[in-house]
């Protein structure tokens, strides 16, 4: 693996890993007093309030997730809406069948730990692995014959949208989970991971966050426990 991201790009989110989700009063209300709800995240194009299930916008340019009011988030609905700056970020959760990645492919990618996702440039067309650590995000180029084998095997990565999406893989400790999720959901991993891991190895307390990051998932809800209220854009697969 190559050189360590310091810092996640979306602070927001490591925000977000860290809070409990709250349960609704009547009426949607989450119980915070008039303090907390001045600190209430506010989007970050125009600064309006944001709701709990806001969606998020990949700045191609600083590689860094943003957050969006629902009126924002309609702005870039379409991929060319945003241009070659920002990319509304998918809704689309997909557990991959079968066995995915078989060990002998896995080995190929290069990849020397068990948890990491994989995201495709859309400008290079070059795929990335991304591994969480305590220090942050190691990045790897793929190789792209080792791709395409990947393609091949499993054809549902060939629909993986392009700097939006991500093939996110957790072969740790016996662990077989292939999905196509949308990248801050890898972000909001990264950073369970990081805030949780302790000693050379993780320690017990992050391989249950991590397994709890996975169960909901297979729960059909979103890595911060939140239900997904919307299908992913028709953006989201390329050709669309």
Do not use: N
């Not at 093939?167 to 890898?186: F, N, T």
């Not at 891991?197 to 320690?203: A, F």
Request: hydrophobic share 35%; net charge neutral; aromatic share 4%.
């Amino acid at each position: 693996m190559s050189a360590v991201s310091a810092a996640f790009p979306a602070p927001r989110l490591r925000r977000l890993a860290r809070r409990p989700a709250r349960p609704l009063r009547p009426g949607g209300r989450d119980g915070r007093d008039g303090a907390d709800e001045a600190r209430q995240e506010r989007c970050d194009l125009c600064s309006e309030p944001l709701p709990a299930d806001h969606r998020h916008l990949l700045d191609l340019h600083a590689g860094a997730v943003s957050c969006a009011c629902r009126a924002c988030a309609l702005l870039f609905d379409r991929q060319e809406a945003g241009g070659a700056h920002y990319r509304l970020l998918p809704r689309r959760r997909l557990r991959l069948g079968g066995d995915g990645i078989d060990d002998t492919l896995w080995a190929s990618l290069g990849v020397p730990v068990g948890l990491a996702f994989f995201t495709r440039g859309g400008t290079s067309g070059e795929v990335t692995a991304c591994c969480p650590s305590p220090l942050g995000l190691l990045r790897s180029p793929v190789a792209p014959d080792r791709w395409r084998e990947a393609e091949a095997s499993v054809p549902a990565l060939a629909t993986l949208a392009d700097d939006v999406e991500a093939l996110l893989v957790d072969r740790s400790q016996g662990a077989r989970e292939h999905w196509i999720v949308p990248l801050d959901d890898c972000y909001r991993l990264a950073a369970v991971v990081r805030e949780h891991w302790k000693g050379l190895g993780g320690g017990p307390e992050v391989r249950r966050r991590v397994e709890d990051f996975f169960h909901r998932l297979a729960d059909g809800a979103p890595a911060d426990g939140r239900p997904t209220t919307e299908p992913s854009p028709t953006d989201s697969r390329p050709g669309t």
